[in-house]
């Protein structure tokens, strides 16, 4: 039997994954989590051997989950499974050892096809985003990435600088690279055009 351990913030979606998946001869799931945290806690204690998860839920996400089992080098594999089609999720998904990524509007047997793939180590990625992953790699870095996304929330610079120990001038030259290298106006623009690629 391949454990899996379902991780979804909508209560419907969750409910619909664990009975679809409860038909299937050779999957079992031995949990169901509506946030990241939880779902962190549950995959130390129930030890799956696959992770079927969404991105953006509270607390962690689902790429924050595949960073955590990545630095901690758990056996367990991380399926995403989300309704955003977007290649810079794809690539930072990759980068954090993601072993699959499907959408959503996926037929059902093919989450389930995608479970047993992930589990005996293949790689499996929605075939729509494969073709448009292709040279779109995020030109961010991590910490261009943390000072846009607290600006784009409303915080100010020194806010931004208290938050992550930079002084503010540091704080400046971090989204004004970031406004750069976006081709933005202004810091609001960048943080608009980073979520449509998935990049923030």
């Not at 962690?60 to 991380?78: K, T």
């Not at 929605?126 to 409303?154: I, S």
């Not at 810091?187 to 979520?195: C, K, T, Y």
Request: charged letters at 25%; hydrophobic letters at 45%.
């Amino acid at each position: 039997m391949i454990s899996v351990l379902l991780a979804e913030d909508q209560t419907l979606v969750l409910g619909a994954l664990a009975a679809l998946l409860g038909l299937e001869h050779d999957i079992e799931v031995v949990g169901c989590a509506g946030d990241g945290d939880t779902a962190w806690q549950q995959v130390q204690t129930v030890a799956p051997d696959v992770l079927v998860t969404d991105i953006e839920m509270p607390g962690m996400s689902g790429l924050d989950l595949a960073r955590a089992v990545q630095a901690r080098s758990l056996p367990c594999r991380v399926l995403i499974v989300t309704t955003f089609a977007r290649p810079g999720y794809l690539r930072r998904a990759l980068d954090a050892g993601v072993r699959g990524y499907l959408l959503k509007d996926a037929p059902s047997e093919q989450l389930a096809a995608a479970i047993r793939k992930v589990h005996a180590g293949c790689r499996i990625i929605a075939p729509e985003l494969a073709a448009g992953a292709r040279g779109m790699d995020d030109p961010l870095t991590e910490r261009e990435r943390e000072v846009l996304r607290l600006a784009a929330d409303g915080a100010s610079g020194p806010s931004i600088g208290r938050k992550l120990c930079l002084a503010e001038g540091t704080v400046r030259n971090y989204l004004s690279e970031a406004i750069g290298k976006l081709g933005a106006k202004n810091r609001i623009e960048a943080a608009r055009i980073a979520r449509e690629k998935g990049w923030l």
